[in-house]
Structures are given as structure tokens and as C-alpha cells.
């Protein structure tokens, strides 16, 4: 957890794989502790085929039934099934400038409004965000959800003293 924290969480990520990663690992998350997902992280890479979005779009009944039988990862057939609707949606967000455009067009603009995000979630970014990723056909993206992937990914600084990087 510590090497994470210290390396990973918080570092503004702008790739559509790697966004789309940390949204299908809060999605999983949510629940549970980020404990479990963490450790489960290599066998969800396997699984969901890196987090390749084309890859899992395609995923269909077949895939979801080997997925309820993985043991490495979580086997909700909710966040299975959430999981692979969310790369059908980040693919038709491609044309419109894509995943990461749309993410970080929620970005607080102004230190109050960044002050009152790391204050805890959900904050009016996450929400916002939330509304907007549901109105594209994401699932399992609550507000909630949203705040704590907007801070792994960096969209959130919650560094107390700002990025150290």
C-alpha cells in the first residue's frame, strides 16, 4: 500500500488505458477496502485483458461467465457487467475527444474550488463528473466512486501540500 501511495496514487495519468484502468478498479472497489483491489490488481490486469478497451468491449456472455469463475479477482456479476458496458462507452467517447478529455474537463479550476475537492468526496466535480459519465452510458460511477478516482488519477490533488512531482 505504502509504494503505491508513495509512487502511483495521485500522479495525473491522461492515457485512455491507464484512466480507464483506475475507473474499472474503483468500480470493483467500491465496498470493499482498496486494500483488496490493490492486491487483486495483477489478476484484474490478466482478466480484463490489461484494461484494453477494445478488448473487453467485445467481452460477452462467455467472458463474463469465465470472469465469475476467476478466483483472483472480485466476481460480482454487477461490476463484471459494469465493467465491460464502461469500455463500450469509453469507445463511443473516442470521436468526441475521448476518456481522458472528458475526465479532465472536470479538473477544480480555482484553489477554493481544489481546497473544497480534497476536503473529502463527493465533491461538485465528482458529481458533475458522475452525471456526465452516466449520461454517456458509463454504470457504477457514483459520485463517491467518481472523488476517489479523480484523486488516484491526479484530476484531485489531495496531496495536502500539493504535487510533490
Do not use: C
Not at 46 to 64: H, W
Amino acid at each position: 500500500m505504502r509504494a503505491y501511495f508513495d509512487s502511483e496514487w495521485g500522479v495525473p495519468v491522461h492515457d485512455e488505458r491507464g484512466l480507464f484502468e483506475a475507473l474499472s478498479l474503483e468500480v470493483f472497489q467500491a465496498g470493499l477496502s482498496w486494500s483488496t483491489v490493490l492486491r487483486k490488481r495483477e489478476a484484474f490486469r490478466t482478466a480484463f485483458a490489461g484494461f484494453d478497451p477494445e478488448a473487453i468491449a467485445s467481452f460477452g456472455t462467455a467472458e463474463v461467465e469465465r470472469l465469475m469463475q476467476d478466483e483472483g479477482i472480485v466476481r460480482n456479476r454487477r461490476k463484471i457487467e459494469s465493467t465491460i458496458q464502461n469500455a463500450r462507452a469509453t469507445l463511443e467517447l473516442r470521436p468526441a475527444g475521448g476518456l481522458a478529455q472528458l475526465v479532465w474537463s472536470f479538473e477544480p479550476q480555482s484553489p477554493t474550488s481544489m481546497a473544497a475537492a480534497r476536503a473529502g468526496g463527493p465533491s461538485p466535480e465528482s458529481t458533475a463528473l458522475a452525471k456526465a459519465l452516466r449520461s454517456k452510458g458509463f454504470a457504477f460511477v457514483g459520485p463517491t466512486t467518481m472523488h476517489a478516482f479523480m484523486e488516484a488519477v491526479g484530476v484531485i490533488d489531495a496531496h495536502p501540500q500539493g504535487r510533490a512531482r
